[in-house]
Every structure is written in structure tokens, then in C-alpha cells.
């Protein structure tokens, strides 16, 4: 599976932005689909996941509210919604793809097979 995320852009605190993520070579049926953003010290931190099949949809506590993620129209798509933004949400945000993960690992990158290239987000004050 390859995926590329796209979407990121130079923003307002307060903006709205969608990103996406497209997978190719086979679609998101049974898989776990997660998005991290990577800071400064290159960690990558968590911050949404959806399982495709029950649309079940995870957050960090941190854009819990402001973020939404969702099942695109096709199979292969996957969109985050980021509402409110604030430059704490400056980062490289990455798409990941993991079989279907249990509650506990789909927090952790190290779980997921597939990741994208990476978008920059930049939210200035």
C-alpha cells in the first residue's frame, strides 16, 4: 500500500484546513488508518485514527472537538478535518496504515505498516 498525504498549507490560528490521505495499490477495507503529527524533535505524535470497517474514530485529547476524521467517498481516502487551529498544531502531519489495530495500539506509530509522505502545517499566531 502507498500513501500520500496532502492538504497542509501556511495558516491563522483560528483557520480551518482539511487534509487527506489517498491510498494506492489497494484500498482502506480492514485496515486502521491513523494520522500523526511530527514535531521538532521528530517524534511523531498521535493525534486521530479511523478503523475503516466500523468507523470507529479515535482522538487526541489535545484536538478532541476541533478534528474530525472520516471515510472518504471512495475507498482508498481518508480526510481530517482541523477546525480551531492554533500553532500548537504546527507540525508534519503524516497518514499511516495498520491492520485492524486493538484500541491500545492504535496509538502508537510503531504499529502501523504504511505511511505517507508527510504535509506541513504551519499555524502562525
Known amino acids: 500500500v502507498q500513501l500520500q498525504a496532502f492538504g497542509g498549507g501556511l495558516m491563522q490560528a483560528g483557520d480551518s484546513l482539511r487534509l487527506s490521505c489517498v491510498a494506492s495499490g489497494r484500498t482502506f477495507r480492514g485496515y486502521t488508518v491513523g494520522w500523526f503529527r511530527q514535531g521538532p524533535r521528530n517524534e511523531r505524535t498521535f493525534i486521530s485514527a479511523i478503523k475503516w470497517s466500523s468507523r470507529h474514530t479515535y482522538y487526541a485529547d489535545s484536538v478532541k472537538g476541533r478534528f474530525t476524521i472520516s471515510r472518504g467517498l471512495g475507498e482508498n481516502t481518508v480526510h481530517l478535518q482541523m477546525n480551531s487551529l492554533n500553532p500548537e498544531d504546527t507540525g508534519v502531519y503524516y497518514c499511516?496504515?495498520?491492520?485492524?489495530?486493538?484500541?491500545?495500539?492504535?496509538?502508537?506509530?510503531?504499529?502501523?505498516?504504511?505511511w505517507g509522505q508527510g504535509t506541513q502545517v504551519t499555524v502562525s499566531s
Open positions: 499511516a496504515a495498520g491492520g485492524s489495530l486493538i484500541q491500545s495500539a492504535l496509538r502508537t506509530a510503531g504499529q502501523y505498516d504504511y
